[in-house]
């Protein structure tokens, strides 16, 4: 099973016609049950290889790697990222949710509090949500654009493919100056949400996952299909990705998100800093003083 092949049905990249409902959020690409053994097998040795290129981007220092999810309610973004991520060194990986904004950021234009939080070189940055939910909660519930307060003239029918195109330029901005971006949408289905919610209405240890406000949400379930849609066909580029990534199985959604990230650092073509023969010298030096210490 290679990873690198798998991950490519998934990928959003040129997507002027792209539509949701090509990609079924209970595929399994045809890989049948039994395989879930091996899928954590073959998990475990991915972490570790994320690992080994993660220890490379951070002695390079020159590319970042930002990674985006974004979800309907219990889609799993949690727990992916808990487990893809779990190998890694966590001085070199940061990871920021997004939940709804401050009055201080509401003050401020949409993108201000991501561009806080981008990930410095050689550092990985998760945004559990991120500058997305303007053109999805926001777009869904536009009584949450009038608390922006934005001069009335420049709200227009046309604000939100003006959103997408202003992600789209600040996600090629980013690409220019070294950032790596990859973005997941984990799209679940609505019958399984439904089965996840009753699971943390019924388990007590889930109980606390429990929000009334995520049914609410869910009955605006086609106006978010529709803004994700929309987002994902004006922001997919083949600098910055979309992966619809199908989250009905999370055996599955792992190994795609995790393909992902191991395909997105392999890019980079990392290696190790080469010492220059001055620095080489230095270190011949050091060794004799440790050397001839008493
Ligand atoms: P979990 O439920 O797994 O803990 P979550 O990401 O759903 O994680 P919540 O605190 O439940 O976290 O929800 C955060 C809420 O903030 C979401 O409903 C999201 O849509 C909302 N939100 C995020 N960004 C914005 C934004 N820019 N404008 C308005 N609402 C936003
Ligand atoms: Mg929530």
């Not at 234009?109 to 070189?121: A, I, Y």
């Not at 943390?200 to 995520?214: M, Q, V």
């Not at 992966?243 to 190994?255: E, I, Q, S, Y």
């Not at 997105?264 to 001055?278: G, I, N, V």
């Amino acid at each position: 099973m290679k990873l690198d092949k798998l991950i490519k049905r998934y990928r959003i990249q040129n997507s002027k016609g792209f539509k949701l409902d090509e990609i079924n959020p209970g595929d399994t690409a045809g890989l049948e049950s039994e395989f879930r053994e091996e899928a954590k097998n073959l998990l475990q040795r991915s972490i570790t290889e994320l690992a080994e290129l993660q220890d490379k981007l951070y002695a390079h220092n020159e590319w970042s790697l930002l990674l985006v999810f974004q979800a309907m309610d219990a889609a799993g973004k949690d727990s992916t990222i808990k487990q893809v991520m779990s190998g890694i060194n966590p001085q070199g990986c940061e990871v920021h949710s997004f939940k709804a904004p401050t009055s201080e950021e509401l003050d401020h234009d949409f993108m201000w509090r991501s561009m806080r939080r981008l990930p410095e070189r050689g550092r990985i940055g998760i945004f559990n949500r991120s500058y997305y939910e303007e053109v999805l909660v926001v777009r869904v519930h536009p009584t949450l654009l009038d608390k922006q307060q934005l001069p009335t003239k420049l709200v227009t029918r046309r604000i939100w493919d003006e959103r997408c195109d202003d992600l789209r330029h600040f996600e090629d901005y980013l690409g220019r100056n070294g950032t790596m971006i990859r973005k997941f949408f984990l799209h679940v289905s609505k019958d399984e949400q439904k089965r996840r919610f009753y699971e943390r209405l019924n388990n007590p240890e889930k109980n606390w996952k429990f929000s009334a406000a995520d049914i609410a949400e869910r009955q605006h379930w086609d106006d978010y299909m529709h803004a994700y849609e929309q987002a994902i066909r004006a922001t997919a580029t083949p600098q910055a990705p979309w992966f619809v990534v199908p989250a009905d199985n999370k055996w599955f959604t792992r190994l795609v998100v995790i393909g992902a990230i191991i395909d997105a650092l392999k890019d980079m073509k990392l290696s190790y800093p080469t010492l220059a023969a001055t620095e080489r010298e230095a270190l011949t030096t050091a060794r004799q003083q440790l050397d001839t210490e008493t």
